[in-house]
């Protein structure tokens, strides 16, 4: 009997198990829609040790108007972090390079500088918290704060970044303020800036109406 127990105990210990090891990850199932508690499993048996590796946090090409590029890891290009709210990413800031202020509203975010000097920061309405990063520097960019960094030294900068949400997202002021269509006039009147200089900026993000309004 005692015997008939243990085995009985065994058993359901093996079930428990294998039960939590399905459910301990998630990986994404990138083909299905994401939702608001990220993406649908893929299922287990279709997981391999690839799904929890990502290659690719090699150096972007800093050949654009802002000398800088993000590289990613998060959910949509590293299906094993579905779930599990973290991320990584990769910054290559070019000398005279810079990242505009932006915000991840969803994620607080580190920077861990590893080559040149980068000077970062962000900014509350009474505060402004800023310093020239030297490699083995961390700065914690709290959720939701506005930061920026730019490459304040003499060569290209490099730094790797952590994020705490699978899918950090960003919203870039510039963007925001002069990257669609809502008439110069408005945004001239709402920023202060002068009309011509709205239009300046619309031409540089991509902003609708640089010639009509
Ligand atoms: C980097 O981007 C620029 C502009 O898009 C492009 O002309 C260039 O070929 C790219 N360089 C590499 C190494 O991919």
Same mark, same amino acid.
């Given at each position: 009997?005692?015997?008939?127990?243990?085995?009985?105990? @065994?058993?359901?210990? @093996?079930?428990?198990?294998?039960?939590? =090891?399905?459910?301990?990850?998630?990986? =994404?199932?990138?083909?299905?829609?994401? %939702?608001?508690?990220?993406?649908?499993?893929?299922?287990?048996?279709?997981?391999?040790?690839?799904?929890?590796?990502?290659? %690719?946090?090699?150096?972007? !090409?800093? +050949?654009?108007?802002? !000398?800088? =590029?993000?590289?990613?890891?998060? $959910?949509?290009?590293?299906?094993?972090?579905?779930?599990?709210?973290?991320?990584?990413?990769?910054?290559?800031?070019?000398?005279? %390079?810079?990242?505009?202020? *932006? +915000? *991840?509203?969803?994620?607080?975010?580190?920077?861990?500088? $590893?080559?040149?000097?980068?000077?970062?920061?962000?900014?509350?309405?009474? *505060?402004?918290? +800023?310093?020239?990063?030297?490699?083995?520097?961390?700065?914690?960019?709290?959720?939701?704060?506005? *930061?920026?960094?730019?490459?304040?030294?003499?060569?290209?900068?490099? =730094?790797?970044?952590?994020?705490?949400?699978? !899918?950090?997202?960003?919203?870039?002021?510039?963007?925001?303020?002069?990257?669609?269509?809502?008439?110069?006039?408005?945004?001239?009147?709402?920023?202060?800036?002068? $009309?011509?200089?709205?239009?300046?900026?619309?031409?540089?993000?991509?902003?609708?109406?640089? $010639?009509?309004?």
């Amino acid at each position: 009997m005692k015997k008939i127990t243990e085995i009985i105990f @065994l058993l359901s210990l @093996l079930s428990w198990t294998s039960y939590a =090891a399905v459910n301990d990850f998630c990986v =994404a199932d990138l083909k299905a829609p994401d %939702g608001p508690s990220g993406y649908p499993c893929k299922p287990i048996n279709e997981v391999t040790a690839d799904d929890f590796v990502f290659s %690719g946090l090699v150096e972007g !090409n800093t +050949t654009n108007p802002f !000398n800088a =590029a993000l590289t990613s890891a998060f $959910v949509t290009d590293f299906p094993g972090l579905n779930s599990l709210g973290i991320s990584a990413g990769r910054l290559d800031i070019g000398k005279g %390079g810079s990242i505009p202020m *932006h +915000t *991840h509203p969803g994620a607080t975010e580190l920077l861990i500088l $590893v080559e040149g000097e980068i000077t970062a920061g962000f900014m509350t309405p009474f *505060h402004l918290y +800023t310093k020239a990063l030297k490699p083995g520097d961390v700065i914690v960019f709290p959720q939701g704060q506005l *930061h920026f960094q730019v490459n304040s030294g003499n060569e290209k900068a490099t =730094a790797f970044l952590a994020f705490s949400s699978a !899918n950090p997202g960003a919203q870039l002021l510039d963007l925001l303020l002069f990257g669609n269509s809502l008439p110069s006039e408005i945004i001239a009147e709402t920023t202060f800036l002068d $009309v011509e200089q709205v239009k300046k900026l619309k031409a540089r993000f991509g902003g609708i109406g640089i $010639v009509s309004s």
